[in-house]
């Protein structure tokens, strides 16, 4: 049987100047279910909805709702004025299936996150959006698995804390209604 092509990552890592928090998914899905080329593309993804409810209590405050897509330029300047950093734990994966699914998504080359901490010296908080990604993160820094909405310490030699927070996935195939998962993120904040 021979095994899918691997996919490189297609975005490089965004890391503002001053970033506190860093956000870490899996893997984008395929270009065609991008609305935007930047982390959490996917129209039908959560994520930027559930920062629009926090942050100006409106889902929509990052949707071009008549194009189906977000409005890359405004989360681009949120993000760097929130000192939000973004990644993805896999630099190279295997699409054992034709979708976006981390189920069906194997790590060939997992990031050296301790490397993008190195860019990013404010950071106190890592936060992943899924089970894969928290996996990967727990793995990287041989620490415990925190459960969903919650925090674990890890030791990371160049600062002093630095908490490994793991959330809901943004995902619509993760059942949980928005607004229910919107509190858990709001925690961070």
Known sequence: MTLPKTERHPFEPFLPSGARMLFLGSFPPQPHRWSIPFYYPNWINDFWRIMG????????????????????????????????????????????????????????????????????PSCRRIITTGEKATGVVAECF?????????????????????????????????PMPLERKAEFYRRLF
């Open 53 to 120: 409810l926090i942050h100006f209590g409106d889902k929509d405050h990052f949707c071009i709702p008549a194009e189906k897509r977000f409005n890359e330029a405004a989360i681009r300047q949120f993000c760097t004025c929130e000192g939000l950093a973004f990644y993805d734990t896999a630099c190279e994966v295997r699409r054992l299936k034709d979708n976006a699914s981390d189920a069906f998504l194997e790590v060939v080359t997992p990031t050296d996150i301790p490397a993008l901490l190195a860019r990013i």
């Open 142 to 174: 041989g620490c415990g698995v925190p459960t969903i909405g919650e925090y674990v310490e890890i030791a990371c030699p160049d600062r002093a804390s630095l908490q490994f927070w793991r959330m809901p996935s943004t995902s619509r195939a993760y």
